[in-house]
């Protein structure tokens, strides 16, 4: 599904215009942005919560050559599932 889909979904769902709808998603993923950047955790009860963690410096390979590289320390968004996302997609 892509973003234009997902616009056209919630239109229908709630009776707004498409303009609309693309508004107001990209001021949910906006703020989701925001929140993870100065607090770097968000739940949504039964939907799952997003965080904000710290990846270590590590080595690896370059697959063209094979060489060792240091692939640099990286903050990285992971997110968990919560129960009712769970019990939906099985």
């Known amino acids: ?12 769902k ?3 215009t498409k303009a609309d709808s693309e508004r107001a998603l990209n001021a949910c993923l906006e703020s989701i942005q925001d929140i993870l950047t100065k607090d770097g955790k968000l739940t949504l009860t039964g939907f799952g919560t997003f965080s904000v963690d710290q990846r270590q410096a590590r080595k690896g390979r370059n697959p ?3 060489a060792p590289i240091t692939i640099p320390a990286a903050k990285v968004v992971k997110f ?3 129960k009712i996302l769970k019990e939906s997609v099985k």
């Not at 599904?1 to 229908?12: E, G, H, S, V």
């Open 1 to 12: 599904m892509t973003k234009a889909n997902l616009i056209t979904k919630i239109a229908d």
């Open 80 to 82: 968990r599932p919560g």
């Open 14 to 16: 709630t009776d707004l």
């Open 64 to 66: 063209q050559t094979g």
